[in-house]
């Protein structure tokens, strides 16, 4: 070997050596400087097992999984079946069955073995959460509204019939009863406390296949304006939420129920696009209670239209933020103008706590019960001031699936109504000082479909005589009795007469 290659195997030999020994020397004291124990040491935690927060981290979820998390819930979370009998027209299928020509040779009831029958049963499928070892059952108020049979069937295998104690359309949210006791439950949880990226974990039976375990995270909470519900205050989450879910649990990572699986955004493809929607179980228990104690739900009613404060109206207003809800119309009489709330004033906070959009303090008002009184912090020419405003109570029968319907053998039969408020009216774009009845559902068969009236149309007048609630409607409807009835109805800010039965 030569010398030269010496020289340079000798050079490599005392580099190696010179990093053995810098690395033993870093391995025994920068441990010590940073705090941390090396691979191997029993301090190491794995960074899933130690994900957590100020409110608890997350209970029983693992490095493995979330097992442990479920497994106690899944018992309470059932399936349940519901049907009910529909009427449909009685249409050919192809127009040449009332051809003469073909009834001249085949007869007068030709083409009616073809035709669709007036009454068919439909089936659907949904999920409910058990919330009481007695047997009350949350779910949606789309899984059973209308049902003639309810079917629950728990993950046990046992089957019962499910009774509906009562129903809130405006929040989609249904109580059903079965005659059963010592059930499993499931813990309900506080959904104010939710934030965005919190575990979420969807159980239900979608489609119909069986009890089915999805996860996700807590996208976004307070989702409202998306015309689902009245009432609209969401968790979205992508945890897979598909048809079949409506109505089942949707809990945290700590086993607690925190939303009711309500709705999906699906781009009409109609399968999960990852933007699910629960009402949370803050919400649903106060109707729960409401329903349990009243028997309907009952809400507070400040009497006020009220819309969001954008830039441009901020500026206008004098407010120096884009913040609280601009009073655009009060109800003459109503509790808000006989507190004083003018047209033209910002609602900035109600009882000390700040107001972020007309969806909030809609959401406020309405789960404070009537007769409270509320304090508003209000902006009135530029100048604060607070009117403490005694709430009335929201009016039409709220938390009733079909209110107005009447008897059988009215000319009226198959229409429903309910009462018109001035948030309603806003929707139909007429003036919020318009009293009478909206009108839900029309029987397209009913003798009212046939002399024109539609969904969505205001009946202000039967028979000459002013309905301003549900209430005089009915009263009207029934002195009529068979007689032909004359109603003055509005329809999108137009009023005509309308003859049913003449």
């Known amino acids: 070997m030569s010398p030269i290659l010496q020289v340079r195997r000798s050079a490599i030999l005392l580099s190696c050596a010179g ?42 979820a693992s490095a493995m999984g979330f097992a442990a998390v479920v497994k106690p819930v899944l018992p309470a979370v059932v399936n349940i079946s519901s049907s009910k009998v529909v009427r449909t027209q009685n249409v050919p299928l192809a127009p040449f069955f009332n051809d003469p ?68 359309p405006k929040t989609d949210v249904a109580v059903v009863k079965i005659d059963a006791t010592k059930l499993p439950t499931v813990t309900l949880g506080d959904s104010s406390k939710l934030q965005v990226g919190d575990y979420t974990l969807a159980i239900g039976d979608p489609f119909g296949i069986g009890e089915t375990v999805t996860m996700g995270i807590v996208s976004a909470t307070g989702r409202g304006g998306l015309d689902i519900e009245n009432y609209e205050d969401f968790i979205q989450t992508d ?23 309500t709705a999906i955004l699906s781009s009409g493809s109609g399968g999960n696009q990852g933007i699910g929607f629960a009402i949370p179980i803050n919400m649903a228990r106060y109707v729960m209670d409401e329903i349990l104690k009243h028997g309907k739900v009952t809400r507070g009613y400040l009497g006020v239209v009220i819309q969001d404060v954008t830039p441009a109206l901020a500026k206008a207003f004098g407010v120096s933020q884009v913040t609280g809800v601009l009073i655009s119309d009060v109800e003459k009489g109503g509790p808000g103008a006989q507190a004083g709330l003018e047209r033209g004033d910002v609602v900035l906070a109600m009882d000390g706590q700040s107001v972020n959009s007309a969806n909030d303090l809609r959401l406020r008002i309405a789960q404070t019960a009537p007769g409270t009184t509320v304090h508003l912090k209000i902006l009135r020419n530029g100048k604060e001031q607070e009117i403490a405003v005694k709430l009335g109570e929201l009016p039409g029968k709220a938390g009733q699936a079909a209110p107005g319907q009447p008897s059988a053998g009215s000319l009226m039969q198959g229409v429903q109504v309910q009462t018109l408020t001035p948030d309603i009216a806003q929707q139909l774009g007429i003036s919020s000082a318009t009293k009478g009845v909206v009108v839900s559902e029309v029987d397209p068969d009913s003798a009212a479909a046939a002399a024109g009236l539609q969904r969505g149309d205001v009946i ?20 009529a009795g068979k007689n032909p009835i004359v109603l003055l109805v509005n329809r999108g800010g137009t009023t005509s007469f309308i003859v049913v039965g003449g």
């Open 19 to 60: 990093i053995f020994v810098l690395g033993g020397l870093l391995g025994l004291f920068v441990p010590a400087w940073a705090g941390y124990s090396l691979a191997g040491s029993p301090n190491l935690v794995p960074m899933f097992v130690a994900r957590g927060d100020a409110r608890g981290g997350d209970g029983g």
């Open 101 to 168: 020509f073909f009834r001249q040779f085949f007869g007068q009831q030709f083409g009616q073995q073809f035709q669709v029958p007036r009454e068919q049963r439909e089936e659907s499928l949904g999920s409910g959460v058990i919330v009481s070892p007695d047997g009350y059952i949350l779910t949606n108020n789309h899984v059973v509204a209308g049902a003639s049979e309810i079917k629950v069937f728990l993950s046990d295998k046992r089957e019962f019939k499910g009774k509906v104690i009562g129903t809130d």
């Open 239 to 261: 945890a897979a939420i598909n048809p079949g879910n409506s109505g089942g649990a949707l809990i945290n990572a700590r086993g607690e129920l925190i939303g009711i699986n």
């Open 460 to 479: 202000e007048q039967v028979n000459r005589q002013p309905v301003g609630n549900v209430r005089e409607y009915d009263r009207a409807v029934g002195q």
